[in-house]
């Protein structure tokens, strides 16, 4: 699971999946928190990958399978909805699932949870992610925290500059897949338009 969140951040949604498919047929037979685990970050790769068959495929099974033993992984449930519905070009219903994540982490007391989620709202084009961003870098000492809230602002703001100096900050600490979202931001003039 470690190996495929960082697959997921570094952008390589491909990997990601072929890891994800296999440890997912296995895990969700297991009944342990772990099988959803995989079928959500399985469901947010192939959303990445553009596939929306398979994504819904494997969203509607982490749906099913989640339950009391997987709260924790909730958030991140939330996530793979949120890129199910930025796949179907559903941008406000991506932000809502988005924000609705990252506030169930909070509520969770999921701190550095909430604002890796809070990120991934800014990356479906949430302009209003930069308060519960800022109030979470109070409460949590935390780089990427940090960048996302920069990213949060410069997204707000429509400050091209910002979006690429935020890109180029996400690209040096190995977040390509957030770079890449910041990037394509400031090329559409950091309009407050979700990317998919």
Known sequence: MLVAHVLLT??????AAALLGPAAATLER?????????LTL???????????????????????????????????????????????????????????????????GQRAVAARVWHEAVRLGDTRAAEPLARLCDEIDCAAARIALAHARALAAGDEAALL?????????????AAADAAAQARRGAAAQPLR
């Open 10 to 15: 570094e952008g390589e949604f491909a990997s």
């Open 30 to 38: 297991t009944g342990y928190s772990w099988g959803p685990l995989s």
């Open 42 to 108: 399985l469901a947010t790769a192939l959303a990445q990958l553009g596939d929306t068959a398979a994504t819904a495929k494997a969203l509607s099974r982490a749906e099913t399978r989640h339950g009391t033993k997987s709260a924790l992984f909730a958030p991140e449930l939330g996530v793979a909805r949120a890129h199910r519905l930025a796949l179907m070009r559903d941008a406000h219903g991506a932000v809502a699932a988005a924000r609705d994540a990252a506030r169930m982490a909070e509520r969770g």
């Open 165 to 177: 100096a935020v890109s180029e900050e996400l690209t040096s600490i190995g977040m390509r897949a």
